[in-house]
């Protein structure tokens, strides 16, 4: 076939009814095995995001069907199926307006996250980056882990190893649940290079089995990121302040297998926790729909503990269960982001399906880290002992910013108050943009991260997330008094229209 990019047709639709003909005619017959998705992309010069997206569209409509570790199949008895999605102007009609806007949002985003290189201007204080701080980290403990992991002999290192990573790193992790009375097996563990790894594993997942996903919004960009990296279109829910509100889901929509993504334990960026009441409803929904719930725990072991904090959330894999559930994890929020080990934990099954796709994307994650990481979860004055200093260390900081919010900010200004972690979520007034608050507060000396790079869609136009984790309580205090004088004079201004984006008029 030849693929025309100069037409005003988006290529993923002209592959798609391309094989649609080839499969309504006959010349691809029931069961044939369609060659790999980056055979086709190669052989048609177009990306393997455009042929995935082609091939979502026909699975939905059960013309193709795809099983991991065997590849994409030509449905039984399609050649005398009427396709289920029209193929007429309209359709490509609306095909293309689809393809426009998301053109148009991702334009927007582009240019937002350029405007976000002005935080780093010489003197601009930066609530923007969401790692830890650097002095929760012991002098010289890479070197004294590492050598501690090479004791054992540095053969133990020089092979790809297990694609689910090492069997002690995994029981390490099995261990961490255990202390949350959760039942987790080393079988149920497959070690990443970070969370950011195991979300583009699962969206690859949900790519070739044709999954719906939804997002909780606002929401962490690096997940819906990974899912549209793939074609996939993301229904999003909004989260309140105690959880997303699943009332607002299609009413007829089919969301069997569908999965749902959410970060129920010091959210990023909300920094607050989901309710009781909210959690056990998704997992209801997830049960009563065969769906799956992504968990995304990765500051779960920053929250704080003690009389004076609230209970931490119960995981997802209590209720409704790995089978229902799959929980992400990761030492880049509690110890050393460069590390790069992250896992996932849920079904037995599900860890085999993703350990295939893991094994052809990069054989597996770097042994020496995971030794690493190994030697310092085992070791009983290592990670417990260091997890319970940082959350004191970040129980001072976020002391130190609801103060400084309190002493500094207008009245009309609200904000979160997180149970543990390095980030919260303030909100202006309505009419108020946060983008124009933010280039008023660089020229003050402080930036943030304004809402609208936050959702998929640009919206919470009138908020924005404040990191404080890797500042000292000095920085913290200067930055929020120019914020503060920042607020002062914007709000000053009646308030408009915050405009496209939440651009504001400036």
């Not at 497959?190 to 583009?200: E, F, K, M, R």
């Not at 959210?267 to 997830?286: F, T």
């Not at 402080?446 to 000292?472: H, K, M, V």
Request: hydrophobic share 35%.
């Amino acid at each position: 076939m030849h693929v025309d990019k100069t037409s005003t047709t988006p290529l993923y639709i002209q592959i798609r009814e391309d094989i649609r003909r080839s499969i309504i005619t006959g010349s691809l017959k029931g069961g044939e095995r369609l060659p790999a998705v980056t055979a086709l992309a190669e052989k048609r010069n177009v990306t393997a995001a455009t042929i995935r997206r082609a091939l979502q569209d026909l699975a939905e409509d059960g013309l193709i069907s795809s099983h991991v570790g065997r590849g994409t199949f030509v449905t039984e008895a399609t050649r005398q199926k009427k396709p289920l999605k029209k193929t007429g102007n309209r359709s490509e009609r609306a095909d293309i307006s689809v393809h426009s806007a998301r053109k148009l949002r991702l334009s927007v985003t582009r240019s937002l996250n350029e405007m976000m290189s002005l935080a780093q201007k010489p003197g601009v204080i930066a609530f923007t980056r969401g790692i830890g701080a650097p002095d929760t980290i012991e002098k010289g403990i890479l070197t004294r882990l590492a050598q501690q992991a090479l004791s054992g002999g540095e053969e133990l290192f020089h092979d790809y190893g297990d694609p689910r990573g090492l069997l002690s790193l995994r029981q390490a992790i099995a261990s961490l649940y255990g202390e949350q009375d959760i039942c987790v097996t080393s079988d149920q563990v497959l070690v990443t290079s970070g969370s950011q790894q195991a979300i583009a594993l699962l969206a690859q997942q949900a790519a070739e089995n044709g999954r719906k996903v939804i997002c909780e919004t606002p929401c962490y960009t690096g997940v819906t990121n990974a899912f549209s990296a793939f074609g996939i279109q993301i229904e999003t829910v909004s989260r309140g302040m105690d959880g997303p509100n699943l009332g607002k889901l299609q009413a007829d929509a089919d969301y069997r297998d569908a999965l749902f993504y959410l970060c129920p334990v010091l959210h990023n960026p909300m920094g607050i926790d989901i309710s009781e009441k909210r959690r056990l409803e998704a997992s209801a929904w997830a049960k009563r729909n065969d769906a799956v719930i992504l968990s995304d725990e990765v500051f779960r072991d920053l929250h704080l503990t003690g009389p004076d904090s609230a209970p931490m959330p119960v995981s997802f894999l209590k209720e409704p269960g790995p089978e229902r559930a799959i929980a992400l994890g990761s030492l880049s929020k509690t110890f050393i982001s460069g590390l790069r080990v992250g896992w996932i934990v849920t079904s037995e099954e599900r860890i085999r399906s993703l350990a295939q796709i893991k094994k052809l994307m990069d054989l597996g994650c770097p042994p020496l880290m995971q030794g690493i990481a190994q030697v310092f979860l085992e070791d009983a004055r290592g990670y417990r002992a260091h997890r319970d200093r940082i959350r004191e260390h970040y129980r001072l900081l976020r002391d130190t910013t609801l103060d400084a919010l309190a002493r500094h900010m207008p009245k009309s200004v609200v904000w979160t108050r997180p149970e543990g972690g390095f980030q919260l979520w303030v909100t202006l007034p309505e009419g108020y943009s946060s983008i124009e608050f933010f280039l008023r507060s660089v020229d003050k000396g402080a930036a943030f991260l304004p809402g609208p790079l936050q959702d998929i869609n640009n919206r919470y136009t009138n908020s924005f997330r404040l990191c404080y984790g890797s500042l000292t309580p000095e920085e913290i205090t200067e930055g929020i008094r120019r914020l503060g004088i920042a607020a002062y004079e914007y709000l000053n201004q009646s308030p408009g229209d915050s405009g496209f984006a939440g651009l504001g008029d400036f």
